[in-house]
């Protein structure tokens, strides 16, 4: 069974750092593009982050250049996401999803995680 699952999440006051994890079983990542979605209450699911299967290519939104990191570890079938500063605006429930291409838009991808809450509050 093809599955992905989240981790890393919680609740963590503003300024703080969370790393989320993207576990991959029943597959190997090693030719998958990756991305990070987020999908806060009341409010449509964006595109975060995304890697290509050689990790060479990476991409963000706006909103989290030059605070988030993506990166993976094909040897641990695992694709990680580092939020650093974090904002209140940040907080969602957040998802990975694999893909052949390494892309923003949601529909490209074909599996998906159940998603990880990030709080982000004092």
């Known amino acids: 069974q093809l599955q992905l699952v989240e981790s890393g999440g919680g609740l963590v006051q503003p300024g703080g750092s969370l790393r989320l994890s993207c576990a991959a079983s029943g597959f190997t990542l090693d030719y998958y593009a990756i991305g990070w979605f987020r999908q806060a209450p009341g409010k449509e699911r964006e595109g975060v982050s995304c890697i290509s299967s050689s990790g060479g290519i990476t991409n963000y939104a706006g909103s989290v250049k030059g605070r988030f990191t993506i990166s993976r570890d094909n040897a641990k079938n695992t694709v990680y996401l580092q939020m650093n500063s974090l904002k209140p605006e940040d907080t969602a429930i957040y998802y990975c999803?694999?893909?052949?291409?390494?892309?923003?838009?949601?529909?490209?991808?074909?599996?998906w995680g159940q998603g990880t809450q990030v709080t982000v509050s004092s």
């Open positions: 999803a694999a893909g052949r291409i390494a892309s923003m838009v949601a529909v490209r991808y074909d599996y």
